[in-house]
């Protein structure tokens, strides 16, 4: 069972990237998928997951607006777009997968524990 987190890099304020989190060993059609990150010195956080089918979706406020949760359940891979970048957004992007109970409740989608599968994570660098 294995995520794998690409799509990471450097890039100007205002900029974009497209971050991809790509399933094997497992079908993740069946589990929610979450995007969290991690800035150095500070605690991992959410930012946005998506539920098996897609149906529902939901950001933190920070990144409302600015980012895009899909996914491609054929292709076994979620996506993070991520517009109108801003050097707060820099971070290590994590994706991770839960059993889509794990979205019922705001405190449960992004508690970290919730989530039983990690990729490695991928670094986003936003310049000023």
């Known amino acids: 069972v294995q995520l794998q987190a690409s799509g990471g890099g450097l890039v100007q304020a205002g900029g974009s990237l497209r971050l991809s989190c790509e399933a094997s060993?497992?079908?993740?059609?069946?589990?929610?998928i979450g995007w969290f990150r991690q800035a150095p010195g500070k605690e991992r956080e959410g930012v946005s997951c998506?539920?098996?089918?897609?149906?529902?979706?939901f950001y933190v406020d920070s990144v409302k607006g600015r980012f895009t949760i899909s996914r491609d359940n054929a292709k076994n891979t979620v996506y993070l777009q991520m517009n109108s970048l801003k050097p707060e957004d820099t971070a290590v992007y994590y994706c991770?997968?839960?059993?889509?109970?794990?979205?019922?409740?705001?405190?449960?989608?992004?508690?970290?524990?919730?989530?039983?599968?990690w990729g490695q994570g991928t670094q986003v660098t936003v310049s000023s």
């Open positions: 998506i539920s098996s089918r897609g149906g529902n979706i």
């Open positions: 991770a997968a839960a059993p889509g109970s794990t979205l019922l409740s705001i405190r449960s989608r992004w508690r970290v524990a919730n989530y039983d599968y």
């Open positions: 060993g497992f079908s993740s059609g069946y589990y929610a």
